[in-house]
């Protein structure tokens, strides 16, 4: 079996054992030193670790203030951790479709998306590639609107030179299958001193000196053990992205000219870290995507749908006033035609060449 992602913290080793044998294993140096090394990846003063994606995103929106019934603008095509941050904050959740060229928001749906209640712009970087953001944020400072980026499939991302979680608030998740790991594990980045300070006394119960509590905060921190998980990462960093490089290139070469099927791809100004390298299985295929899932998994040739339906296409948002559901055909037919193929740094050439092989069979190409 080639598995769809696999997960690789083994020179970790020495550093996890220094923390767990210093006894000192809660928020301390290590985290620290962990979010010097992830400010520098974003190109901000601030990185400000969290215990993961999620919590990085309400702590953000949390920091933004948002009243009952501001709106956040985001993307329908997204994991549910974008929505459900929105939700735990108390705001209202609006959606603009995407484009199937980078399957991120689309600037001209988020025009006619904005209304006199958004607040914040929630572009999501989905599988490693940034959105739009030539044209996201002069429409973001046009309505006044806050860009809180869920980054966290796109660390090391950039658009024209500039890194994702550099145009505003960033969010960042560390879990077990992101490019970068500590297991469970988020990061927010900014360049805006007053927010980064107040995220690091939101984390801390809202104190900055022991039982001095400034606002009604949380426990958001991340640990010592898993920042030191992260660190030999984050150091190479540079090499774990362009083999995932790499393996795009070579399956966007394999896999070119199919019937049926669309290959990703880069946008000009843009680097792709490929979180996920997703094809979309159009209506002119021989098989369906489901149909080529199952058959690439009876092969051995792992794979994923991310994502099966828009974000909010699920019973329990049905009768959330804070979900406005919106009109995203695109976003909906793309749920129905991506597939995510293996394109971890783990993957040989022999491995590239089964997964091209497998779906080439299947399609008849
Ligand atoms: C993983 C992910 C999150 C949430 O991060 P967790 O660390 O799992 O809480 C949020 N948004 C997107 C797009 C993600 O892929």
Known sequence: MIPITVVDVAAAEELVLQVLRSGAIAQGPMVKRFEEEFGKVAGVPHAVAVNNGTTALVASLQVLDLKPGDEVVTSPFTFVA???????????????????????????????????????????????????MGRLVPLAGEHGLAIVEDAAQAVGATFEGKPAGSFGLGCFSLYATKNITTAEGGVITTSDDTLADRLRVLRNQGMRQRYQYEVAGHNYRMTDVHAAIGIPQLEQLATITEARQRNAEALNKGLADITGLRTPQILPGRTHVWHQYTVLVTDDAPVSRDELAAKLTEKGIGNGTYYPKTVFDYDCYRDNPNVVISDVPVAERVARQALSLPVHPKLTDADLDAVVGAVREVLGA
């Open 82 to 132: 974008t929505l459900n941050a929105i939700l735990e904050a108390g705001a209202t959740a609006r959606f603009a479709d995407i484009s199937e060229d980078d399957f991120n928001i689309d600037p001209d749906a988020v025009a006619g998306a904005v209304t006199p209640a958004t607040k914040v712009l929630m572009p999501v970087h989905l599988y490693g590639q940034m959105a739009d």
